[in-house]
C-alpha cells in the first residue's frame, strides 16, 4: 500500500472519531461555537486529505458536509436533529468506504450512487446542490499567477522547452520556492528530505546566499540554502508535504503564457487579467471556481479601478461574483447593483468566507509581495524556539504483541534458574553453586520485572477507548426506543491493557443495551413515579489495585426479585424450594443464568436469554467478576472487575494426583493445612470450620476425575478460592510457588475442554495447565 495512504487511513480513524463525538455533543449544546469550530476542523482536515488520492466520490460527500457545518459555523443555518442524522450518517458511509479502500486500495463501485442521497439532504439546508453532478468532481479551474522574480533561478533554456510543452499539452506546471528558517536543524527539520520527497519533480534547483560566511563567523548548524523547485504534483499533496512550514514555502501554477511573459521581460499578468483567467473557465464550462478566489481577485480589480469597471469585465466580474455567492450558499442577484454597491456586497460576502480565507488563499490568486523570512532574522515570529509537546512514535500493534512475547520466554527462562539452582544442591551437593546462581537470578527477575513494566506501558490504553462507542450508541438506541436518557461517562482515563480494553466492548454493549430496553422507563411512566424526564445512565471506571472495575448504572424502574424468582420457576431454572428460599440478591444473581430473560416479547434489542449469560461468561473469561445490584424504582448498578493486564497472568502452582495445575492468583484467599480430624461433612459435602465460617471443601482430584487416595489421619492441604463472593476451599496435594506466566490459549484436541483456560510453559520445560475455576466448580457440583 502506498505509505502516504496508509497514514491518510491510520489518521482518518481519529477524524472521524473527533467528527462524531463533537456532533452529539453539539446536538445537546448547539450554539456553542468552539464545538461547531472543532468539528468544522476536523472534517475540513479530513477532506483536505483525501483530495490527496483519486477518490472524487469521497471528497464529494466530505465536501457538502464541511459546507453545511460551514453555514452552521456562519450562523446562516440552525444545526438541528435531522441535520445531526444526515451527518453521522454521512461519516458512518465513508467509514464503510474506508474498510474497503484498506482491503482494496480503491472506492467501492457502488461509491457513486451511495453518496448522491446523503449529498442532497446535506446539500437541500443550503439550497440544494450548487454544482451540476456531471461536473461535481472536476473542481475548481486552476488560478494561473504572475510568474515571481524567483523563476529566473531556473535555465532560461529548459524555460523555453517547459513554455512549449505546456503550450501543446495546454496543462500548468508548479513552482516551489522553500526558504528554510535559518535555525530549523533545531526543531528536527531536514529540508534537504522535505525536498526530496515532492512527488513528480521536473526540476530543482539550489539557492546559495548572495555572500556566503567568513571561516570564523561560518556557523554549520545555520541553513543558509534556499531550493525553488518544479513540479507536476497536485497542491494538495504540495500543501500536505510542507503543511508543517507553510510560511516558508511560496507555490505558484504558471502556464505557457505567464512563463513566456517572464522569459520576454514582459510586466506580469494585471489582476484584471487574473480575474479574467478565473473567470473565463466558468463562463465556459459552467462549473463553480473557487469561490473566496474569485471574491479576493475581484473585489481587488473594483477597488483597483475605482469601482469605475465597465463593459464586458464588468460582465465577467458580475457573473464571477453571482457564482460564488451562489457556491457560498448566500445567492445574491450582483446584476442588480452598480460597481460601488458591488465593493460593498463582496465586502458582505467576504466576511462569511472569512473563517476559512486563510486556509484557501494560497490556492487562489497569490498575493502581490509574498513574503519570506529572512535566513538571518532567526525562527517563525510565532514560534519561541524548541520543540514544544511530546514526541509519539506510532508502532504496529503486533510488535508489542511480539515484544510482550519475548517478555514472557524472559520470564519462562528466568524461572528455570530456580529449578537449576535446587538441582545444584540435591544432584551435585554444592550448596556455593546454588547460592550463585540464586544470586544471579535475582538480578534477571529485578530486570524482567522492570522491562515487563516497561513493555505493559506500551499496552497500557485508556478506558475511553472502550467508552468512544456509547454516545453514539446511547443516542440512536434511545431516539429508537422513544426515551430521553442522559449518558455520563467517568474514569475515561483509567488504564488498561489494550486486550482487556477490546475484550470489555462486547459486555459492556450488552449491558448498555440492557438498560436501555428494560432498566430505563419512558419518559411518561417516570414522570409519573415523580422522577426526572430524563433518564441517567453512568458507565464509570476505577483503578482498583491490580484491577479495573467498570460500572454500568442507571436510575431506571430496577429489579423485581420477586417477578425474577417467577420467570425463572415459569422457565425450569429453579426448584420449588429454591423459590421460596432464594434471597433478593440470590434471586437477581438468575439473571446471569443462561437462557434467561424477563422480557415477554423477543425484539431486536433483547429478550432471547443470552445477554447477561454472555456478560458473565465473557468476564469471567477474562479472569474477572460480575456482580449486580439493584433496587425497585431506584435503578440498577451492574459493576464488572477486570484484571489490569491479560499478557502476564500470575498463578499458584499445585499438584492434584501427582499433576501440577495452575489456579490464577487473584481467586487464591488462602493457603491451609488442616488436621484430618477437624474435617466435617454436611450431607454429601465436606465441610471445614475457619474463623467461624462453614467452608465447603471440594476434592480437585474427583472434580477432574483423577485416580488419587488420600490417607484418613493425613493432614489436608486445602486452598481457599474466592468465587462469585463465597469462599470454597480445593483439596489438593501439594502447594508449590507463585509463577508469572504467559497463557496460551487451548488448541487441538483440548480446544473445548472448558474446564481449562490455557497452557503455560515452566522453567522446567513442564507444560502447566492453568485451571478455569467457573468450570471446575459446575464439574465439581455435578459430581456430588
Not at 422507563?521 to 424526564?533: D, L, Q
Not at 498463578?651 to 492468583?665: E, L
Not at 507444560?767 to 455435578?782: I, Q
Amino acid at each position: 500500500m502506498n505509505p502516504l495512504l496508509a497514514q491518510f487511513l491510520a489518521e482518518a480513524n481519529d477524524l472521524l472519531a473527533q467528527v462524531d463525538e463533537g456532533l452529539l455533543q453539539l446536538e445537546r449544546a448547539p450554539g456553542d461555537p468552539d464545538l461547531v469550530n472543532e468539528v468544522f476542523r476536523a472534517a475540513h482536515t479530513f477532506k483536505g486529505s483525501s483530495g490527496l488520492f483519486d477518490f472524487p466520490e469521497l471528497t464529494r460527500l466530505t465536501h457538502a458536509a464541511e459546507d453545511l457545518l460551514d453555514a452552521v459555523r456562519a450562523g446562516r443555518v440552525a444545526l438541528d436533529s435531522g441535520m445531526t442524522d444526515d451527518l453521522l450518517a454521512s461519516f458512518d458511509l465513508i467509514r464503510g468506504w474506508l474498510a474497503h479502500v484498506t482491503l482494496h486500495e480503491r472506492l467501492p463501485a457502488s461509491a457513486g450512487n451511495d453518496a448522491a442521497g446523503p449529498i442532497t439532504r446535506l446539500r437541500a439546508p443550503l439550497g440544494g446542490e450548487p454544482v451540476a453532478p456531471t461536473h461535481a468532481a472536476a473542481g475548481p479551474a486552476p488560478v494561473i499567477g504572475p510568474a515571481p522574480e524567483w523563476l529566473a533561478w531556473f535555465d532560461a533554456e529548459w524555460l523555453t522547452e517547459t513554455a512549449t510543452w505546456l503550450a501543446t499539452t495546454s496543462s500548468t506546471l508548479r513552482f516551489v520556492r522553500y526558504v528554510p528558517d535559518a535555525d530549523c536543524f533545531f526543531r528536527a527539520e531536514d529540508p534537504l528530505h522535505l525536498v526530496r520527497q515532492v512527488p513528480a519533480l521536473d526540476r530543482i534547483g539550489v539557492v546559495q546566499p548572495e555572500a556566503w560566511p567568513e571561516t570564523d563567523d561560518y556557523d554549520e548548524y545555520v541553513c543558509l540554502l534556499s531550493f525553488v523547485l518544479a513540479t507536476r504534483a497536485g497542491a494538495g499533496e504540495l500543501d500536505y508535504l510542507f503543511r508543517y512550514v507553510p510560511d516558508q514555502v511560496q507555490i505558484v501554477e504558471l502556464d505557457s503564457d505567464a512563463i513566456t511573459r517572464h522569459l520576454s521581460g514582459e510586466p506580469p499578468m494585471r489582476v484584471e487579467e487574473a480575474v479574467t483567467a478565473v473567470v473565463t473557465p466558468v463562463i465556459d464550462s459552467g462549473l463553480d471556481a473557487d469561490a473566496r478566489a474569485v471574491l479576493h481577485a475581484a473585489h481587488r480589480l473594483l477597488t483597483m479601478d475605482g469601482g469605475t469597471t465597465e463593459g464586458t469585465r464588468l460582465r465577467s466580474v458580475v457573473y464571477a461574483v453571482g457564482s460564488a455567492a451562489r457556491a457560498l450558499g448566500v445567492p445574491v442577484d450582483p446584476a442588480a447593483v452598480g460597481p460601488a454597491e458591488l465593493i460593498a456586497e463582496i465586502d458582505r460576502l467576504l466576511a462569511v468566507a472569512a473563517p476559512v480565507m486563510v486556509e484557501t488563499t494560497s490556492a487562489a490568486v497569490p498575493p502581490p509581495a509574498p513574503s519570506v523570512v529572512p535566513a538571518e532574522t532567526g525562527g517563525r515570529a510565532d514560534d519561541p524556539g524548541g520543540q514544544v509537546g511530546t514526541r509519539i512514535l506510532k508502532v504496529d500493534q503486533e510488535k508489542v504483541d511480539r515484544l510482550m512475547e519475548l517478555v514472557g520466554e524472559l520470564n519462562v527462562a528466568k524461572n528455570g534458574l530456580t529449578f537449576l539452582a535446587d538441582a545444584a544442591e540435591e544432584e551435585f551437593g554444592s550448596r556455593v553453586l546454588s547460592r550463585r546462581i540464586k544470586d544471579q537470578y535475582a538480578g534477571m527477575h529485578r530486570i524482567a520485572e522492570e522491562l515487563q513494566a516497561a513493555v505493559m506501558d506500551v499496552r497500557m490504553l485508556p478506558l475511553s477507548v472502550a467508552f468512544g462507542r456509547f454516545p453514539r450508541l446511547v443516542r440512536d438506541l434511545s431516539r429508537r426506543l422513544g426515551k430521553t436518557i442522559e449518558l455520563v461517562t467517568e474514569g475515561e482515563d483509567t488504564m488498561a491493557d489494550k486486550d482487556v480494553i477490546e475484550a470489555l466492548g462486547d459486555p459492556l454493549v450488552h449491558l448498555v443495551r440492557n438498560s436501555l430496553d428494560h432498566g430505563i422507563e419512558p419518559s411518561g411512566e417516570r414522570i409519573a413515579a415523580g422522577k426526572a424526564a430524563a433518564a441517567r445512565l453512568t458507565i464509570s471506571a476505577v483503578a482498583d489495585g491490580d484491577a479495573v472495575i467498570v460500572e454500568v448504572s442507571d436510575d431506571g424502574r430496577g429489579v423485581d426479585p420477586d417477578r425474577v424468582r417467577r420467570k425463572a420457576y415459569e422457565k425450569g431454572l429453579i426448584s420449588e424450594e429454591e423459590l421460596e428460599s432464594l434471597s433478593d440478591s440470590e434471586a437477581i444473581d438468575l439473571l446471569f443464568r443462561p437462557g434467561f430473560s424477563t422480557a415477554d416479547q423477543v425484539s431486536d434489542l433483547s429478550g432471547r436469554g443470552v445477554g447477561m449469560d454472555a456478560v458473565r461468561a465473557s468476564v469471567e473469561k477474562l479472569g474477572g467478576a460480575v456482580t449486580m445490584r439493584s433496587e425497585p424504582g431506584l435503578g440498577t448498578s451492574t459493576r464488572l472487575r477486570l484484571p489490569l493486564s491479560m499478557a502476564v497472568t500470575q498463578v499458584m502452582v499445585v499438584s492434584v494426583a501427582g499433576q501440577r495445575f495452575g489456579i490464577p492468583v487473584d481467586m487464591v484467599v488462602e493457603t491451609v493445612r488442616v488436621p484430618a480430624g477437624e474435617m466435617s461433612r454436611v450431607l454429601h459435602q465436606e465441610v471445614v470450620m475457619m474463623r467461624g465460617e462453614v467452608v465447603p471443601v471440594i476434592d480437585l482430584a474427583r472434580a477432574l476425575d483423577l485416580p488419587w487416595a488420600l490417607g484418613e489421619d493425613a493432614d489436608r492441604a486445602i486452598l481457599v478460592v474466592n468465587a462469585n463472593g463465597q469462599r470454597i476451599g480445593l483439596l489438593v496435594e501439594q502447594f508449590h510457588r507463585e509463577v508469572d506466566v504467559i497463557l496460551k490459549p487451548m488448541e487441538g484436541l483440548l480446544a473445548y475442554a472448558a474446564e481449562f483456560s490455557g497452557t503455560a510453559l515452566l522453567g522446567d520445560g513442564l507444560v502447566l495447565l492453568v485451571l478455569n475455576m467457573r468450570e471446575v466448580l459446575g464439574l465439581a457440583a455435578r459430581v456430588a
